[in-house]
C-alpha cells in the first residue's frame, strides 16, 4: 500500500477513487506547524534558526499519518504545486523524520495542475524529489513577515498607542491607500467646457460632430475654461459655412486578452461579478477541488494561485476544438496564440487558470451560484483567448469652414466580424476613458459636401479627482508596481479591513485614521521600509532564492543588519518627537489653512493654547497643550470642521423633559447630549451621519434610543435597537444582530426584528464562542442573569453564567423548560467543578554516587563565574 498526503480532505477522497486500492490518501488540513507568536521564534544570532510549533490540531493529523505511514510501502507527498505546498510537504517530512517514522521507506513529491484522473495518475507516474530552493523562498519569506512583524510591533505599541501591528507588505499596500486619499483631499477642480454639434450632410441622417478647433487654434482640454468662451465658440459653430473636409476609414483589430492569472481574476470578478478577493478565492477552490460529474468528483479549473498565463499544448487543442464545434473554423485562428506576462515579478512557474475541459461548457454542469458565475467566466475567458481577431472598422470625418476658423470632427466605428467578442469582452475599470468612437455609426457622408448644424450644446465640465482603490484596482496597482504575490492579495486586504486599518464602503477603501496615523508614522522613522520599490527588489531577491540563484539566509542577514539597526535608531525616541513628526506629515488632514489666513493649529477653546495630535488608548485626537486647563478635544482628521466642532450647537429642546439637545464633539467624535438628573445621556452620531445636517428630529431619534420595539412572541422579554461602538444592533436577552443602515434602529417593525434574531440564533457565525444558541429560556428567578439551552461539541447543554449543565441523554433540548433548567443547574453546582486529571511521574531511580571531595579552592565572583 502506498500512502498518499494531500491538503484538503475533499481532495483526498477524490484522488483516492482515482488511484484505487493499492492506494490510502489522507489529508493534513494544510500546515501542519508554524512559528509561534513569541518572541525567539527566529533567531538572527543563530543562523536565523527557527523554532517551529506543531498545531493542537494537527498533532491527531500526524499520529493518523505515522500510523498509516507503519502500514505503507511508500510515502508520496502530493501537496499543492506552489510555494506553500511545497512548504506543506517539507515540514511533514521534518516531524515524520524526528518520530523516526520513515525506517528507510522511500519518500516522493508529485504535483499535478488539475483534479482529473488523468492528471493525478500522471503525476504519480512521474514523481520527483522535494524542491529545497522552493522550500527556501518559503523560509525567507516566513521569517521574514516574523522578523518585521516581532520587531516593528512593539515600537509601534510605545511610540504609537493604538496601532496593532505593522507587516512587511501590508504596510506598503496601506501606503497605496493613504496616498490615494490624500490625492483626494489635495485635489483642485478645474472648470472646463465642450461644444458638441448635431448635424447632417446632403440629407444624411443626424450625427454628433465635437468642436476641435478654433480660430485656426487645436483645442485643448481647458481651451474653454468658462461659460463666456464656450458661448462664443457655440455661436461660432451655429455661424460658420461648414463642408465636408475629409472622411478616412481604417480598419482596425482587437486581440483577445490572455486566460486569467490568479490577479486578473480577481480584478475581472470584482469589475463584473462584484466579488471580494476572498470570496473569488474560496470559489476558484471549490472549482478546483471539483463536483459530482457521472459518479466521480473531478476538478473543473487548473489550479488558481498562479501568475502565469500560458496553456499547455494539449489544453489548446481541447480549446481550439472546443471553438471549431461550438463557433465554427471562422472563428478560429490559423495558428494557436502565445502568450507572455508582462508583469513586473512574474515567475509564470505555472499555468494560467483554465477549464480542465473546454467541452464543459458553463450550461453542460448543473452549478449554481457564486460557482456558476465564476466557471462562466473563466471558461468564456480562456476560450476567447484562442479565438479569432475582432475586426472593426473605424471612419473619421473632419469637418471645417474656408477660413479655416472652426473644425469638427466625428467618429464613429462599426464591427465587420466580431472574433472572441462574440463571447467574451473584457470590463474596463471605471476610471478608463470613454473611446467616442465606441457603439457610434455614423452615416454615408462624401468629401467636399455641406453640412447643416441642426443643434449646437454647451456643456460644462469639472474634473474628477482620482477614485478610491476597489479590490480590483488595488490588486492591480500592487501587481504593477511587483508587491506581494498572487497567493497573497487576498488576505494582505483582508488583514487591512480585519485590523482597523482600511473600511471598506461602497466597494472603496477608505483609510482609517489609525491607517493613516500608521503610514505616516512609518513614512518618517522607516521609509525604507515601505517604499514601493525597496519592496519589489525584496521580492526579485526573494525570485532569485525560488530559482536557485541566491541563498536565503544570505538575503535574510542582509535584510536584518539594515533592519535592526533601523530599529535601533527609534530606542531614544520619544512620543513627543513623534507627535510632532506626525503633526508636520498630516497637517494637510489635521491642521487645513483657513481661509482668513490665521494658525490653524491655535486652540479655539483657550487664548494662547496651540493643537496638537494626542494619542489615547483608543487611537489619536487632537486636543491643547493647556490641558487640564483647557479640555477642547476633536476627532482626528476632522479639520474641516474643527470650527464648527469648537462650539457646542443647541439643536432644540425635548417636547417631554423641556431640556437642551445639544450637538458636541468630542475626542470619539460628534454626538447629542441631554442633560438628566443623575448624569448627561449621550449618543453618538452614526458614521453615515452629516455633523452639518443635524437637527432637532434627528437629534431626538438618538437621545431616545435604545428604542423598545416590543416583548419577544416567546419568552415576553423586550427587544430593542440601540447604537454601540460597532453601529446600530437589535438586542433580545444576550443575542446581538448588527443593522446595516442606521435608520433601521428607527423603523424595523416586530415581524422582521424576531425573524433576524431567530436567523442569528440558527446561524451564529464564525466570531461567536462556545456552542450554539437553540433555545433562550429567559432569566434565573433570582438574580434575573440569562439562561440558554446550547448545542456544544459534546452535546447539549444549559447555560448560566460560567454554569454548562449537560443535559441528560434521551431529552429533547427543545422540550427543555426553565423549572428543568434550573434543576441541571442545581445538579452542577452541587456536584463542584471537575477534577483536572493529573498523571503522577514515577520518581527516579537514585543513582549511587561517590562522594565529593572536598577541596579549599574560594568560589569565584559571580561576575567571572
Known sequence: MNLVIVESPAKAKTIEKYLGKDYKVLASFGHVRDLPSKNGSVDPDNSFAMSWSVDTRAKKRIKDIENALTKADKLILATDPDREGEAISWHLLEVLGKKKAFKDKPVERVVFNAITKKSVTEAIANPRKLDQELVDAYLARRALDYLVGF???????????????????????????????????????????????????????????????????????????????????????????????????????????????????????????????????RTAQQLYEGVDIGGETTGLITYM???????????????????????????????HRVYKSKAKNAQEAHEAIRPTSFARTPDSLKLSGDMKKLYELIWKRAMASQMASAKL????????????????????????????????????????????????????????????????????????????????????????????????????????????????????????????????????????????????????????????????????????????????????LRVTHVLDALNDALKPIVFPEKEDGTDPRKCTNCDDGRLSLKLGKFGAFVGCSNYPDCKFTRPFGDGENAEAAAEDKILGQHPETEKDIVLKTGRFGPYVEMETEKKPKRTSLPKTWDYHAMDLEKGLRLINLPRKIGQHPEDGNQIITALGRFGPYIKHNTTYVSLKDPEEMFTIGMNDAVARIADKIANP?????????????????????????????????????????????????????????????????????????????????????????????????????
Open 765 to 865: 457565525g464564525r466570531g461567536r464562542r462556545g456552542g450554539t444558541v437553540l433555545k433562550d429560556l429567559g432569566k434565573h428567578p433570582e438574580d434575573k442573569k440569562p439562561i440558554q439551552v446550547m448545542d456544544g461539541r459534546y452535546g447539549p447543554y444549559v447555560k448560566y453564567e460560567k454554569v454548562n449543565a449537560t443535559i441528560p441523554k434521551g431529552t429533547d433540548p427543545k422540550d427543555v423548560t426553565v423549572e428543568m433548567a434550573l434543576e441541571y443547574i442545581a445538579a452542577k453546582i452541587a456536584k463542584g467543578p471537575a477534577k483536572k486529571k493529573t498523571t503522577r511521574k514515577k520518581p527516579a531511580a537514585k543513582k549511587k554516587t561517590a562522594p565529593k571531595k572536598k577541596t579549599a579552592a574560594k568560589k569565584k565572583p559571580k561576575a567571572e563565574a
Open 393 to 572: 472598422e473605424r471612419t473619421t470625418v473632419e469637418i471645417g469652414d474656408k477660413a479655416n476658423s472652426v473644425g469638427l470632427r466625428a467618429t464613429g466605428q462599426v464591427v465587420r466580424f466580431d472574433g472572441f467578442l462574440k463571447l467574451y469582452e473584457e470590463t474596463k475599470p471605471k476610471t478608463a476613458e470613454k473611446d467616442e468612437a465606441d457603439g457610434n455609426m455614423l452615416p454615408p457622408v462624401s468629401e467636399g459636401k455641406s453640412v447643416d448644424v441642426k443643434k449646437a450644446d454647451a456643456e460644462q465640465h469639472f474634473t474628477q479627482p482620482p477614485p478610491r482603490y476597489s479590490e480590483a484596482s488595488l490588486v492591480k496597482a500592487m501587481e504593477e508596481l511587483g508587491i506581494g504575490r498572487p497567493s497573497t492579495y487576498a488576505s494582505i486586504l483582508k488583514v487591512l479591513q480585519d485590523r482597523g486599518y482600511v473600511e471598506l464602503d461602497k466597494r472603496r477603501f477608505t483609510p482609517a485614521d489609525k491607517g493613516r496615523l500608521l503610514t505616516a508614522f512609518l513614512e518618517n522613522f522607516f521609509g525604507k521600509y515601505v517604499q514601493y520599490n525597496y519592496t519589489a527588489d525584496l521580492e526579485e531577491r526573494l525570485d532569485k532564492v525560488s530559482a536557485g540563484d541566491l541563498d536565503y539566509l544570505t538575503l535574510l542577514q542582509n535584510f536584518w543588519n539594515e533592519f535592526s539597526a533601523s530599529v535601533d535608531e527609534t530606542k531614544d
Open 305 to 335: 494561485r498562479t501568475d502565469g498565463i500560458s496553456m499547455i499544448g494539449e489544453a489548446i487543442s481541447d480549446c481550439r476544438a472546443a471553438i471549431a464545434s461550438n463557433y465554427g473554423d471562422t472563428y478560429l485562428p490559423g495558428q
Open 151 to 281: 520587531t516593528l510591533s512593539p515600537v509601534l505599541w510605545r511610540k504609537l498607542p493604538g496601532a496593532r501591528s505593522a507587516g512587511r507588505v501590508q504596510s506598503v499596500a496601506l501606503r497605496l491607500i493613504c496616498e490615494r486619499e490624500t490625492e483626494i483631499e489635495k485635489f483642485e477642480s478645474q472648470e472646463y467646457w465642450s461644444i458638441t454639434s448635431d448635424v447632417t450632410s446632403n440629407g444624411s441622417s443626424a450625427f454628433s460632430a465635437r468642436l476641435v478647433s478654433l480660430d485656426g487654434d487645436k483645442l485643448t482640454k481647458f481651451s474653454l475654461g468658462n461659460e463666456e468662451i464656450a458661448m462664443k465658440a457655440k455661436a461660432a459653430v451655429e455661424a460658420a459655412n461648414l463642408s465636408i473636409v475629409s472622411v478616412q476609414a481604417k480598419p482596425v483589430t482587437r486581440n483577445p486578452q490572455p486566460p486569467f492569472m490568479t490577479s486578473t481574476l480577481q480584478q475581472e470578478a470584482s469589475r463584473k461579478l462584484g466579488f471580494s478577493a476572498t470570496q473569488t478565492m
